[in-house]
């Protein structure tokens, strides 16, 4: 029961130290709040309203799984159904609501059976932390893939529009310029691109396909894009020299990120090692003499030394995380 209570210690405390770290990355500044909230009021003008939330309501009637009971439970357990949509859809895989929570569901009741009978927890153990590591796994994979897609989409983007740019230049229209793009850019660019064609083809407007695709690339510098062309088709201008501008100020604000990242390396790099240090630290001496390291374990007042070392090496984590990032 000892090495039982040592690997709750060692895997709480990791998770622990895990999550401040990447809290501390995932955390937004005020500048980045400000300028997120200004560019939402200014798009709002610019969003279509009703052809695109019919649009929206039909797509939310397909998302089912073909079973009503699941569905109604889906729907009872998830609060915000919409925005988990939005999130499963930036990872640009076909995963549905439906798949989502059966595959939530699943890996709780394995991670459920394998602590129960495979390392003996009671099931008052075994049931929170298969529901924690359950919800928990899904939701970081989810955001992973995303955010890894976004980024992605970000290489390329300003070679994208430099590409539209030419486009216009050459006198082709604004369709047959995306058209164009999204045959030459390559993925995840290319198939968002080529989705906005698609959605012309078969009638919508090019600000509600833009529109729809900024649902899966939330970044503010997408909407730029868009923005500015809705201001040009309303009011006139020169297209292709506004984008001209939008591209280079892009793969600049690209440049600065790199620098700094190459800038803060060290201090990333410590912020690791000392987080981890003390765990690697533990796991040696119990290697070498167990007895010596479950003192502090079967001591109360050792499980006090322990938590009052976890909140501050995660405070710590934390603070230098949050030094070496930048908004840009």
């Not at 099931?123 to 919800?135: K, S, V």
């Not at 070679?159 to 030459?184: F, K, M, Y």
């Not at 280079?248 to 604000?253: A, I, P």
């Not at 981890?276 to 050792?302: E, H, K, Q």
Request: hydrophobic share 45%; net charge positive.
């Amino acid at each position: 029961m000892d090495q039982m209570t040592l690997m709750f210690v060692v895997g709480g405390a990791t998770l622990l130290v895990s999550l401040a770290l990447v809290f501390a990355l995932a955390g937004d500044d005020g500048h980045g709040r400000d300028m997120k909230r200004r560019l939402a009021e200014i798009s709002e003008g610019q969003k279509p309203s009703n052809p695109t939330k019919a649009r929206h309501s039909a797509r939310r009637k397909q998302d089912t799984s073909g079973f009503k009971i699941l569905d109604n439970i889906i729907r009872a357990l998830i609060p915000k159904p919409e925005q988990l949509k939005i999130r499963l859809e930036k990872t640009g895989y076909k995963i549905t609501i439906s798949r989502y929570a059966t595959f939530t569901g699943i890996l709780i009741l394995l991670i459920i059976g394998a602590g129960h009978y495979l390392y003996g927890l009671p099931m008052f153990l075994a049931i929170p932390t298969g529901l924690a590591a359950g919800l928990f796994l899904p939701h970081v994979t989810i955001g992973f893939l995303g955010k890894r897609r976004i980024n992605k989409f970000m290489k390329t983007f300003p070679e994208a529009i430099e590409l539209l740019c030419r486009g216009l230049r050459a006198g082709l229209p604004i369709s047959e310029a995306i058209v164009t793009v999204g045959n030459d850019a390559p993925d995840p660019v290319g198939k968002e691109f080529r989705g906005v064609a698609n959605a012309m083809r078969i009638g919508q407007s090019l600000e509600q396909g833009l529109w729809d695709v900024a649902r899966r690339i939330d970044i503010p510098d997408f909407k730029f894009l868009i923005i500015a062309i809705s201001i040009q088709r309303e009011t006139g201008g020169n297209l292709a020299e506004t984008l001209g501008g939008l591209a280079n100020t892009l793969r600049k604000r690209r440049q600065i990120k790199l620098k700094i990242k190459a800038m803060s390396s060290e201090a990333r790099a410590s912020a690791w090692i000392i987080g981890s240090l003390p765990f690697i630290m533990f796991f040696l001496l119990w290697l070498a003499n167990d007895s010596y390291v479950l003192t502090l374990i079967n001591d109360p007042r050792g499980m006090y030394m322990i938590g009052a070392g976890l909140t501050m090496i995660s405070f710590g984590v934390g603070v230098m995380a949050k030094m070496v990032r930048f908004e840009i």
